[in-house]
C-alpha cells in the first residue's frame, strides 16, 4: 500500500498569511493526487485534483504542486472561510490513500 | 445538480451487519464509480472501497476484505455499501463519493451516515 503524509499536523495562521501544507508518498505516484478541505460535521470537499488541477468553483487563492512524491497545497492569503482541516489523498493505483491531515486553526 | 443521499443512522450490536445506500442523481449512473469512505470520530478519512456501476466490478481496501460488500442497483441509481461482523472501531460516519471524470478522486460526496457500533 502507498502511505501520504502530511506536515504539519496542526498550523496555526492568521487572516492574510500565506501557508503551505506538505503531501509526501511512500512510492511514486506521479500527479495522481488530490486536495480536500474538511469542516466539521460536512463532506470533505474537493479543492485540487491531479495534483495542481483546481476545481471548479473553488477559490484561486489556493493551488496545488508537486509530482511524483512530494505534493504541496498553497493558500495565498488565508481567509476566515478557510480555518478547516486539510487532506490530501493518492489514486495512483486501484487503492486509494488518504493522508492523516492538516488542521488550519486561528492563530 | 450531482446529488448523493445517504440512509439514515444506525444503531447496530457488536457482530451485527449494516448497510447503508447512497443514492445518486444529476448525472449518468453506470459512467462514474462510486466509493465508500469512513471517518471515526475525531480521526481522519479511510478509503473502504470503490465500485464501477457499468459492470459491478469492486476494488475493496484490503483491510474490508472479507468483511465489506458493495452492490449497485442501476434501476433506482443507488450504491449499497455493507459491513459485517462489527465491533466498536466500526463506530464511524461513512460516506459515499462519486470518482473525478478524470481520475479516481473523489468530486462529490454523499452527506454521510452515522454508524454507531454499541453492546
Given at each position: ?107 | ?63 474490508f476484505q472479507g468483511r465489506l460488500t458493495i452492490t449497485t442497483d442501476t434501476s433506482t441509481s443507488t450504491v449499497y455499501m455493507e459491513l459485517a461482523s462489527l465491533r466498536s472501531d ?30
Amino acid at each position: 500500500d502507498i502511505q501520504m503524509t502530511q506536515s504539519p499536523s496542526t498550523l496555526s495562521a492568521s487572516v492574510g498569511d500565506r501557508i503551505t501544507i506538505t503531501c509526501r508518498a511512500s512510492q511514486s505516484i506521479s500527479d495522481s493526487l488530490a486536495w480536500y478541505q474538511q469542516k466539521p460535521g460536512k463532506a470533505p470537499k474537493l479543492l485540487i485534483y491531479k495534483a495542481s488541477n483546481l476545481e471548479n468553483g473553488v477559490p484561486s487563492r489556493f493551488s496545488g504542486s508537486g509530482s511524483g512524491t512530494e505534493f504541496t497545497l498553497t493558500i495565498g492569503s488565508l481567509q476566515p472561510d478557510d480555518f478547516a482541516t486539510y487532506y490530501c489523498q493518492q489514486y495512483n493505483n486501484y487503492g486509494r490513500t488518504f493522508g492523516q491531515g492538516t488542521k488550519v486553526e486561528i492563530k | 445538480q450531482v446529488q448523493l443521499v445517504q440512509s439514515g443512522a444506525e444503531v447496530k450490536k457488536p457482530g451485527a451487519s449494516v448497510k447503508v445506500s447512497c443514492k445518486s442523481s444529476g448525472y449518468s449512473f453506470t459512467v462514474y464509480g462510486t466509493n465508500w469512505v469512513r471517518q471515526a470520530p475525531g480521526q481522519g478519512l479511510e478509503w473502504m472501497g470503490w465500485i464501477t456501476s457499468y459492470n459491478g466490478d469492486t476494488v475493496y481496501a484490503p483491510k474490508f476484505q472479507g468483511r465489506l460488500t458493495i452492490t449497485t442497483d442501476t434501476s433506482t441509481s443507488t450504491v449499497y455499501m455493507e459491513l459485517a461482523s462489527l465491533r466498536s472501531d466500526d463506530t464511524a460516519v461513512y460516506f459515499c463519493a462519486r470518482d473525478g471524470i478524470t481520475g479516481y478522486y473523489f468530486d462529490s460526496w454523499g452527506q454521510g451516515t452515522l454508524v454507531t457500533v454499541s453492546s
